[in-house]
């Protein structure tokens, strides 16, 4: 069978967006121990309020409610195709439709830590803009996710839920070709040299696909 395989990219909302949906600071909660100089007591209080919300905008791009789609992508039988910009909405629309007609098309669904990563996040964020989610693509009871999606993260885990790999260590120790970088600062990277993030973007997408087909054809799937 053949493989349709995408990914993501996302990037954070602003600081001042962040905070305000971010978990409220409790000064209160701050222990002094023994200080007395009401500076240093200040001072420890606002490190830890920095602290608080660097560790949140750290990991922002993880979370739906803390950033947004910056690029979806998807490598299938006819090509590639990237999709980026400021249309959110677009993007999410697009993309849902693109993977309900590779299903239809009896394609496998694939990707790297899509149920637990790709998935949620495209759905959450379908929430907020209000974009209807393929009734063949939504997991069912909100648990199980249609049989045509095949996670390589959850192939490569087989079964051991404490056996995890990242994609560009799974596509070499497969002797394949690996990532050529990190989507950690992709939203930093997409704003400097967008030209250089969608590379990075369509090589993920070269090896989503090749990892994918390795495995899949490894596995007996009953596909049905």
Same mark, same amino acid.
């Not at 993977?99 to 964020?125: C, T």
């Not at 990190?182 to 990277?189: A, I, Q, R």
């Given at each position: ?48 309020? $920095? ?9 922002a ?7 947004? $789609? ?28 693109a ?28 929430f907020?803009h209000?974009? $209807? ?6 997991p ?5 996710w ?35 970088g ?27 696909k ?15």
């Open positions: 069978m053949s493989i349709w395989a995408f990914d993501i990219e996302t990037g954070p909302a602003s600081d001042e967006e962040i905070e305000a949906l971010a978990p409220e600071f409790k000064p209160e909660d701050v222990k002094t121990g023994n200080l007395t100089d009401l500076k240093k007591i200040a001072d420890k209080v606002e490190g830890a309020r $920095v602290e608080h919300f660097s560790a949140i905008k750290k990991k791009a993880l979370r739906a409610e803390y950033s947004r $789609v910056l690029a979806i992508g998807w490598n299938g039988p006819d090509g590639r195709e990237i999709l980026h910009g400021p249309n959110e909405r677009d993007m999410l629309s697009r993309f849902w439709s993977a309900r007609e590779a299903y239809r098309e009896g394609l496998v669904l694939a990707g790297h830590y899509i149920k637990s990563f790709d998935l949620p996040y495209l759905a959450r964020r379908s907020v209000g974009v $209807v989610i393929p009734k063949e693509l939504r069912q009871r909100m648990r199980y249609p049989f045509m999606f095949f996670d390589t993260a959850e192939a490569w885990s087989f079964g051991d839920p404490q056996s995890r790999i990242g994609l560009d260590r799974l596509a070499r120790f497969l002797g394949l070709e690996g990532k050529n990190t989507g950690e600062h992709f939203g930093k990277l997409y704003k400097e040299d967008q030209a250089a993030a969608l590379a990075y973007l369509e090589q993920d997408l070269k090896v989503s090749e990892v994918a087909e390795v495995l899949f054809n490894s596995i007996e799937v009953v596909w049905s």
